[in-house]
């Protein structure tokens, strides 16, 4: 942190003269666009320059498009400030939406935690009375001495000396796993990273490992980990509201920093003998998504069931009834679940051994989180849907357990709230524009033209449609305003179960609209449902040839793509979408290439399928297309077999290459 301001492109004087939005509150769930002239080259530009190409507050190198590119965001939000106690002033700093002292370069990964949290000791500042005498938390990275409340260790973390340092590690997540990982590469090859001008500035400070002494932190919050873990239950109720039994430390721990996972690892569950699954690889500036992509029985619903298990904590474990014994893999001693939630330096673990009944793990973490299994139907009672726990994953267990009942929640909302709220799941539905969720002092009908249906009357896909969506707004809007301010996260098993192909492909952008602050992680074998999915949220989930579950991260974008090109891709992989006999050719095929010790017969099995497809003219028609595509498979095969442990760079494949040129061209030297 620290630079000098440039002087204000004549672009952003421009847009100011047009007129800000006035200030005033506002009732609709989203957000205001912000103005397109923060996008403009000229004002992207000065930014940069300003920060020598890093990000204002990680420092961080950034590129001027692309995953690792700029974004102009304002340091104070022009719309939704979030305090650390959850309160939300909604017109916060409006007047300051085009002022270029309030403007930023920042990377997508610290817009993403930031959000609209800009934490303050006192009032906020007004119109009328300026930011002078504003006491903000969030360090200012034109304004502020960086020195004097952060201080960075050769082991990548950094640490507070002061209240302010303490807030902004917090709100902007400066110790999630890539930052800390590439400042112990800047400690240990200080010439081979770019960026992290403060860290350099500091090199020979805080050895590994040191704290800092408590009286250099007055006023400082505690570290998350060092939080109450929370009150006790009533005798025969599981989980907890947030809204009502939060305690002081509790509810800053939720509202002071954003809380998603970025990291699981899983050891002997179920199918998994042992998987790493990277879900901070979104490249959006909101909440990420990480779609599962797989077909059925490959590890995906495990995958979820194992993130639910660990965060649910002990009290609805014993509630469901969940007998540890069932998710031990066969034959294994020990399991494990690690997850890494954002600004956490240890992770939550989930163990057991055979024979144990019951898990060890963490009690709750003042997070919202929801589950939702492959089944969504309306609950079987009127009175349902009255579970106030923050913590709610049932459903993704028993998917006859019910969930909210729309209609009774519905009809309890007030006006402005319903019409926002009917607004969204008329998005979600794709409904036309003669089409809305209407209610009477006892019922809530969907009008569709002339014709109106009660809500037990809709067909399954509508049902579950809105019986999710009712019971995912019901939750965030115990505890925020606004469903666009709200945080949590979200597990969907099989999202596109019940639902029309028209809302498959509509269901992710709809949803992320309505819910841009909460980070999902869906499962899905459809290619429908990738729609709306940003670069670097889909994980390829497969089990190899000895079963053993594996997954495939670097993969292209899928935005844009056909759905013939994505089922022939490595999505999912498809030799043919329309020949069945050419689709399970290439499975064969890659499956018995892959082998480690293939055995003569499986080596004949091999050159049959290779004749056949050879014979379809799969192989290449050409001694360069023979070449290039030999090499292609056996990476190919060798990926389908380790996922993303094969990652081979250009030197590997040169070596490949040549490899087959001798193997397969005469005259070449062998």
């Known amino acids: 942190m620290g630079f000098r301001r440039p002087t204000e492109p004549r672009v952003l004087a421009s847009a100011r003269s047009r007129g800000a939005a006035p200030v005033g509150p506002r009732t609709k769930q989203q957000a205001p666009a912000p103005d397109l002239a923060l ?5 992207v530009g000065a930014l940069l320059e300003a920060t020598a190409w890093t990000c204002a507050y990680c420092e961080r190198p ?33 007047w300051l939406a085009l002022v270029w002292d309030n403007i930023y370069p920042a990377c997508a990964d610290c817009v993403r935690a930031k959000g609209t949290r800009f934490p303050v000791d006192g009032p906020r500042a007004r119109p009328d009375s300026g930011l002078s005498a504003e006491r903000a938390l969030l360090l200012d990275p034109a304004v502020d001495d960086a020195d004097a409340h952060l201080r960075y260790g050769a082991d990548g ?33 200080p010439g081979q990273v770019l960026g992290f001008p403060t860290m350099r500035r500091q090199a020979g400070g805080l050895p ?14 505690p570290p998350p980990q060092s939080l109450p873990a929370g009150p006790a239950l009533p005798s025969g109720e599981t989980g907890y509201d947030l809204s009502v039994r939060l305690a002081d430390g509790e509810k800053q721990q939720y509202f002071q920093a954003t809380q998603w996972i970025e990291r699981v690892v899983i050891r002997n ?54 007998d540890a014994r069932s998710y031990l893999r066969h034959r294994a001693r020990k399991g494990l679940v690690q997850v890494f939630l954002t600004g956490r330096r240890e992770p939550l673990e ?24 492959a089944t969504r139907l309306l609950p079987r009672h009127a009175d349902a849907g009255a579970d106030s726990r923050a913590v709610r994953v049932d459903n993704l267990f028993d998917p006859l357990l019910p969930l909210t009942d729309p209609t009774s929640w519905l009809l309890s909302l007030e006006d402005d709230t319903f019409a926002d709220v009917a607004a969204g799941i ?28 009660d809500l037990t009357t809709l067909s399954d896909g509508y049902q579950a449609m809105v019986v999710m969506s009712c019971d995912i707004l019901r939750s965030v809007l115990t505890m925020w305003p606004q469903a666009s301010l709200a945080e949590g996260i979200v597990l969907i098993d099989e999202v596109g179960a019940h639902l029309h192909p028209r809302w498959r492909m509509r269901i992710v952008t709809a949803v992320r609209q309505l819910l841009p602050r909460v980070q999902f992680i869906i499962s899905t074998h459809d290619p429908l449902c990738l729609r709306g999915v940003l670069d670097g949220e889909v994980v390829v989930v497969r089990r190899n040839s000895e079963g053993d579950v594996v997954t495939i991260v670097d993969l292209p974008p899928v935005a844009g793509m056909r759905i013939d090109q994505l089922l022939t891709s490595e999505h999912f992989g498809l030799g043919s979408t329309d020949d069945p006999e050419i689709t399970e050719l290439w ?67 040169t070596a490949e290459l040549s490899q087959l040129w001798a193997e397969n061209l005469p005259g070449v030297k062998k």
């Not at 879900?279 to 069931?305: C, D, F, M, Y």
């Open 157 to 189: 973390q950094v640490v507070a000396l002061t209240r302010r340092g303490n807030a902004t590690i917090e709100v902007l997540a400066l110790n999630r796993d890539a930052l800390v990982g590439a400042r112990r590469r800047l400690a240990e090859e």
């Open 269 to 322: 569950f179920r199918p998994i003998r042992e998987l790493e699954v990277d879900l901070a690889r979104s490249t959006s500036e909101q909440g990420p998504w990480t779609v599962l992509l797989g077909e059925n029985g490959s590890g995906k619903s495990s995958i979820l069931q194992a993130v639910a298990l660990t965060l649910m904590g002990g009290e609805q474990r014993r509630a469901l009834g969940i």
């Open 39 to 43: 996008q403009h080259p000229d004002v």
């Open 350 to 373: 989930l163990r057991w051994e055979h024979g144990d009944v019951e898990f060890t793990g963490p009690e709750p973490v003042p997070v919202l989180l929801l589950g939702y299994g």
């Open 62 to 94: 950034l590129t001027g498009s692309g995953p690792d590119g700029v974004i102009a965001t304002h340091h104070r939000p022009t719309w939704g400030a979030v305090d650390t106690d959850g309160t939300v002033t909604l017109d916060a700093y409006r």
């Open 208 to 221: 590994t490992g040191e704290r800092v002494d408590r009286e250099e932190m007055q006023g400082a919050a």
């Open 587 to 653: 499975e064969t095929y890659y499956s018995l290439q892959g082998l480690r010790r293939p055995d003569d017969e499986q080596l004949d099995r091999l050159d049959a399928v290779r004749a056949r497809l050879d014979e379809l003219e799969q192989l290449g028609t050409t001694e360069r297309e023979r070449l290039l595509l030999a090499a292609a498979d056996r990476y190919i095969a060798r990926r389908r077999e380790a996922g993303d442990a094969v990652t081979p760079g250009p030197a590997a494949v």
């Open 426 to 453: 008329h998005d979600l539905l794709a409904l036309d524009g003669d089409s809305e969720l209407v209610r009477t002092r006892e019922h809530v009908r969907l009008r569709q033209g002339r014709a109106e249906s």
